[in-house]
Structures are given as structure tokens and as C-alpha cells.
């Protein structure tokens, strides 16, 4: 196992950069797979993530009809593509033409997962995403997860070559490797490494200490605090990780590893930030957006 390194305090990640000419194609083209009819908040909070981590088009594909209404009030810069399967009562249905529809757009990246519900739909949503063969890079997050039960394996044998970064928790890391996850330092970042290399995936394992690795590489992040163990953080985390992946289009000095670091730097900065305006116990996910400018200006 490799020694956790934390990054030396006061030397944050460097983020993304865009070119003085930059149009917003440069700054990404995010697509979200996320939201359903009862939590319809976790596309929203994932979208406007995206947006304000830099995301120069963030697009939701909505596989309820009451995301189509929901979205627009709440996050109307971001883009609708309508996902939604009427009339069709069997379980697990998507779009006929969903392989088509998607392959045929020019995502930058694809964020799955938050609030789709742990569902046959979601398994059949994953199922499609992993025939995919284009090279388009995947966040999985939340239910984008929890379907997969204890196969980390089925992603490695994806069908696209793009990168692929993981945010579990540890309860979802639990049930990909199929043991209880340690509160150790040490036993985290081995089971981030294990779940790394038998995903072939960048994993982020949330939680105090959120631990980044690709098998290779590991390391333990220093901001973030316990006020940000509340509904929706991870939402929240899945949008900025999906804008700072969409930039590696336009900043080739940019990789996903770069992606994940700084992400979940700039999200627990984002928390420590709003931490101190409203405290632990009061803080919300929609905190941490709310205090991600001031955050991406003072970091990197």
C-alpha cells in the first residue's frame, strides 16, 4: 500500500485553466444523469455544482417528466434533454434509442448516479453507459453505485476507454468490496486502493480525510469538516468533479487525476468556508455552492 500524503497545508491543487479566448465548448460540456421523481433536488444541486465549478454548458438528462419542470426553476442556465419513458409500465424502462441518443452528443463528460433511485432503471441506465465504446469520461456516484453490488469488476470491463472516477462513501465502498470499510486511516486508503484496482478506476472515498487514489497514486485531502456530513454534499461534489473532468478538453496539462484532487480540495474548502458563516449543524449542501466562487478564487 502506498503512504497517504495529504497536500502540504497552505499549497492547494492547481485548477483547470481556460485560454483569454475561450468560448464555452473550452470550458466543457457536462451531461447529468441524475434526479428522479423523488429526489429531484440532487440533479439540481448537482447542476449547479457543474455550473459554478467553471462548466461551460451543463446539461441534465431527465428520466422523470417532473425533473423537466423542477430544473428550469431551479438552475435555468442548464440545458433539458428529455429521457423520460411515457405510457410504458414495465420496470426498468428507458429510451428505446437512449445508446444513440447519447453516443451521438458531444458531452466532454458524464456525471451518473445522484438521486436516480438504487432501481432496476438505474441498473439498465448503467448497463448502457458501459456499452458505450467512446472514450467519453464517466463520474459514478451514489445509485450510480449502489447497482452495482459487490462487481467493482463489471467497470473495468467498460467498453469506452475514457476515465472513470468513483465517490463512494464508505457504506457504498462497503458494499462494492464487500466488507465494512475501516475509520483508520490506513485501512481507508488500502480500501481505496483495492476498489481502484479492481474497477480500474480513480477512486475518491468520502469522508473525513476523503482519499483519492488510482492504484498508483494516494492521497488524503486536508479541507472539508463534519458539518458537511449532510444530504446532498455528495451531489454536490459529483457536479464539480464532472465541470473540472470537462476541462481537460481545452487544458492538456489537465488530467482526471488533477480532476479528482482538486475537486475535492475545492469542495472541502468550499465546506470549511461555509462553516464559518453558518456553523456546523446549520450547514446544507446548497451551502457549499453557494461559497464555491470564493473558493475556486482562493485556491490554485
Avoid at 466532454?108 to 467519453?136: I, K, M, W
Wanted: charged letters at 20%; a negative charge.
Amino acid at each position: 500500500m502506498n503512504d497517504p500524503a495529504s497536500p502540504p497545508e497552505g499549497t492547494p491543487p492547481r485548477l483547470p485553466t481556460l485560454a483569454p479566448d475561450a468560448h464555452k465548448g473550452d470550458a466543457g460540456r457536462v451531461l447529468l444523469l441524475a434526479g428522479s421523481a423523488t429526489m429531484p433536488g440532487a440533479a439540481v444541486l448537482a447542476a449547479r455544482a457543474a455550473q459554478r465549478a467553471g462548466a461551460g454548458l451543463v446539461a441534465v438528462g431527465c428520466l422523470d417528466r417532473e425533473l423537466l419542470t423542477v430544473i428550469p426553476a431551479a438552475a435555468p442556465e442548464a440545458v433539458l434533454v428529455d429521457l423520460a419513458v411515457r405510457e410504458d409500465g414495465s420496470e426498468g424502462a428507458l429510451p428505446a434509442d437512449l445508446r444513440a441518443r447519447l453516443s451521438n452528443r458531444r458531452d466532454h463528460v458524464r456525471v451518473a448516479g445522484p438521486g436516480l433511485g438504487n432501481t432496476a432503471r438505474t441498473r439498465n441506465l448503467l448497463e448502457r453507459l458501459l456499452d458505450l465504446d467512446d472514450a467519453c469520461p464517466l463520474v459514478l456516484d451514489a445509485d450510480g453505485l449502489n447497482v452495482l453490488g459487490d462487481r467493482p469488476e463489471l467497470l473495468a470491463e467498460r467498453a469506452g476507454s475514457g476515465p472513470l472516477i468513483l465517490t463512494p462513501h464508505a457504506g457504498e465502498a462497503g458494499r462494492l468490496l464487500g466488507r465494512g470499510i475501516p475509520r483508520e486511516a490506513e485501512g481507508r486508503a488500502a480500501a481505496a486502493e483495492e476498489l481502484a484496482g479492481r474497477s480500474g478506476a480513480i477512486v475518491c472515498l468520502k469522508g473525513r480525510g476523503t482519499v483519492i487514489t488510482d492504484g498508483d497514486r494516494t492521497l488524503v485531502n486536508a479541507s472539508g469538516n463534519a458539518g458537511m456530513a449532510t444530504a446532498g454534499s455528495g451531489d454536490v461534489l459529483a457536479g464539480i468533479l464532472g465541470a473540472f473532468l470537462a476541462t481537460a478538453e481545452a487544458d492538456t496539462a489537465w488530467t482526471a487525476f488533477d480532476a479528482a484532487v482538486a475537486g475535492v480540495w475545492v469542495h472541502g474548502r468550499s465546506g470549511d468556508m461555509a462553516a464559518e458563516g453558518v456553523g456546523l449543524r446549520a450547514l446544507i449542501a446548497s451551502d457549499l455552492i453557494d461559497h464555491l466562487p470564493l473558493a475556486l478564487r482562493t485556491t490554485g
